[in-house]
């Protein structure tokens, strides 16, 4: 007698981070959730579902999902909207920014892995992107250290990378980051570094401030546009380097910012 494979039907908050058309009327999904971390799911005829899917299922929105698991990839049963973010999708820079966001998440992340701190990360970073408020480049700086810093991959910010030397007073007006051991450099250690990058000091100490103050405080910062500026520099280079490779995101949203 065949063994009839068990269906289960799992309901979750997510994150849509990634749509690939799959045929004439399907797609597969990516999602980041909070319990599961990275999620595919195959939502079959969503491009002509009106009653279903119709405006639900754009990139970089907060949604309650039904997926059901059976023998291979999991459906998509249900999909309603939390909170759209609407404002994210009609501005290039800030679709870029999420995009990018969203590849590297997906690049780090493995399936099944619960990812409550990233999640949370993600929604309020998606959030203060749909603010017009706040500056998109802001933002991505705020992102990008958090994530690092939940990846385990944080800048070392406070000790020299080389020799471990305290970097907590800074007498200089601008610092060198060896991007090669991840963090600052003394004056004893900098002749070694081969990957680097000068910084000045108040846009270290505001890194620094973000860090320390974690998810709870990071999004009231303010930089200036010359901080943020370096802030993107500097970890724009340094995050690709620990994953391994460049996103393909990373140069669409250069020529996006440039234009």
């Known amino acids: ?25 399907d797609v597969v999904l990516t999602f980041l959730t909070p319990g599961e971390g990275k999620v595919s799911a195959f939502a079959k005829n969503a491009k002509k579902s009106v009653k279903r899917f119709s405006g639900v ?3 970089f929105t907060l949604l309650e999902v039904v997926v059901r698991q059976g023998k291979g990839l999991p459906y998509l049963e249900e999909a309603s909207i939390i909170s759209p973010f609407e404002f994210i999708r009609t501005d290039y820079l800030k679709l870029a920014y999420a995009g990018y966001w969203a590849e590297v998440t997906i690049q780090w992340l493995e399936e099944g892995e619960p990812q409550q701190r990233l999640f949370a990360l993600f929604e309020s970073a998606l959030g203060a992107l749909h603010d017009a408020r706040r500056a998109p480049g802001t933002v991505s700086i705020l992102f990008q250290l958090l994530f690092l810093d939940i990846a385990g991959f944080a800048p070392s910010l406070t000790l020299c990378a080389g020799c471990g030397a305290s970097m907590e007073s ?6 060198l980051f060896d991007l090669d051991r991840g963090g600052l ?5 900098r002749g070694e570094a081969r990957q680097r990058m000068a910084i000045s000091a108040g846009t270290i100490k505001q890194l620094r401030w973000v ?10 910062v303010r930089f200036s546009p010359a901080a943020e500026r370096e802030g993107l520099a500097l970890l724009e280079r340094f995050l690709p380097r620990h994953l391994g490779r460049e996103p393909k995101s990373l140069s669409f949203l250069s020529k996006i910012r440039s234009s």
């Not at 979750?12 to 799959?22: D, S, T, W």
């Not at 860090?211 to 709870?216: F, K, P, S, T």
């Open 1 to 25: 007698m065949a063994l009839i494979e068990p269906v289960i039907i799992r309901k979750a908050q997510a994150i849509l981070l990634r749509k690939v058309e799959y045929g004439d009327h």
């Open 57 to 59: 299922l754009e990139l």
């Open 170 to 175: 800074l007498s200089e007006d601008r610092v």
């Open 185 to 189: 450099a003394c004056r004893q250690c």
């Open 211 to 220: 860090l320390e103050e974690g998810l709870e405080g990071a999004f009231r």
